[in-house]
């Protein structure tokens, strides 16, 4: 929670809270500081009035509790005060250690028989080891407590049984201990689930922006992948087109004439089409009616409109399909037309210009079957085990229904790509 949360509650919350941090922060970069306040303040509070003589006479209890134990000398009274207060400079760095020295020196003291005020230090240590010490030292510590209390309470007993009950300063000792003890575990607790909910923020922040990184990285390789097979296939086409007009031209000028129609045809569809990918890619800035005029993506209608581009390039291409094609939905139709425009154009790129060309489309119950058989060469041109981005295409937009892609020589002569898709429902699907 920040300040900026904590601003409605209150200006005196808020400013707590500033207050706080501005005090956290400054323990981080000097944090002996605030161990030395302490000691400061246990001296100032609890040791000079022991030394100055002055809080303990005042009122006849107090005078004849102390009258009951040791009067110890001023240099005496000052070392045992410096062994049990200074060791909380490292109550915070090591607690056990700083406990373990001040449970020594109380013992000592009470073993000479003196009362000091200086004795809170061991209640402080207890808390700061309960605070910031390992959780396993816990016992070790109490048990020394309670030993170090029933010492206190056996003093009391001797020496002033008739000013203080010993049940009453038994209880009031090891409830003393018990608050230091349990207000440190809480504190603890406290700052251990304040730690949870920022790390568990910060790894949210983590995921959000890695989640944000890969639905970009998805998208661009789904544009990546269209603008391949948009570009590729009608650009092979142009080029098929344009070296048979070339060829053309001077015996059959008609021809020629033709091919360079088809070329603008194609040339159009391709730009039309790229213009659709790249429309849905830029932000709109004047709401739905500025946005791009986009067209419908190409499905299983049109597989032959883009037969017959070609077979105007030169091969013969023989389609047929099977199966309750037209009840699939858009998605699977794009991925069939892009990947027998894929298979298509390798057809075309490697192929002789007699080839012919063999495409079925089957549905049969769950499960979608494209098969491109041509009669060209069975070896593709290119470096060896080295696939094209094509078939990687192909084979990424099959897996996401699914479906596997298998390309390579036929026993006859010539390639075939096939590729089955599951049409199964997915859970998430209604």
């Known amino acids: ?159 002033a049984s008739a000013v203080v009950s010993v049940w009453d300063a038994l209880f009031f000792l090891l409830s003393t201990a018990t608050a230091a003890l349990a ?55 142009i080029i098929t087109l344009a070296y048979a007009g070339a060829y053309a031209g001077d015996i059959a000028p008609e021809r020629g004439k033709e091919a360079l129609r088809l070329i603008g045809d194609t040339g159009r569809q391709a730009l039309g089409e790229l213009r659709r990918v790249l429309g849905v890619l830029r932000e709109a800035e004047d709401g739905p009616a500025g946005g791009p005029e986009l067209s419908p993506q190409p499905g299983i209608a049109d597989i032959g409109a883009l037969c017959a581009t070609v077979r105007a390039a030169g091969l013969e291409v023989v389609y047929r399909t099977s199966g309750d094609i037209e009840a699939l939905d858009g998605g699977v139709q794009l991925t069939v037309y892009r990947i027998v425009q894929e298979a298509l154009t390798n057809t075309m790129k490697h192929a002789a210009g007699d080839a012919q060309v063999h495409l079925a489309v089957a549905v049969t119950d769950t499960r979608l079957t494209i098969r491109v058989q041509d009669t060209g060469p069975a070896t593709l041109s290119g470096p060896p085990n080295e696939e094209g981005h094509g078939l990687v295409g192909m084979r990424e937009r099959a897996a996401l229904y699914g479906g596997t892609v298998s390309a390579g020589p036929t026993g006859g002569g010539g390639w075939s790509v096939e590729a089955v898709l599951d049409l199964t429902p997915r859970g998430g699907d209604r």
């Open 183 to 237: 207000l440190g575990l809480v504190i603890r607790i406290r700052r251990a689930q304040l730690a949870g909910l920022r790390e568990r923020a910060a790894r949210l922040e983590i995921e959000r922006d890695q989640r944000s990184r890969l639905a970009t990285a998805t998208e661009r390789t789904r544009v990546a992948r269209e603008m391949h097979d948009i570009v590729g296939h009608n650009l092979s086409v």
């Open 1 to 159: 929670m920040t300040t900026d949360d904590l601003s409605g509650m209150g200006p005196l919350v808020a400013r707590l809270s500033r207050g706080g941090q501005r005090l956290r922060q400054a323990d981080r970069t000097h944090p002996w500081v605030l161990d030395t306040v302490v000691v400061v303040l246990v001296f100032g509070m609890f040791c000079l009035p022991d030394l100055l003589r002055g809080g303990v006479d005042d009122g006849d209890g107090p005078r004849r509790f102390r009258l009951a134990f040791t009067e110890l000398s001023v240099a005496g009274m000052l070392a045992l005060q410096a062994g049990l207060v200074l060791p909380l400079l490292w109550r915070r760095r090591k607690p056990m250690a700083a406990f373990g020295v001040i449970a020594m020196v109380f013992v000592v003291q009470w073993s000479l028989g003196a009362a000091l005020r200086a004795d809170v230090a061991l209640f402080v240590a207890l808390y700061s080891l309960a605070l910031h010490g390992r959780l396993r030292q816990l016992p070790w510590a109490a048990a020394v407590m309670a030993g170090a209390m029933l010492l206190v309470a056996v003093a009391v007993a001797v020496r």
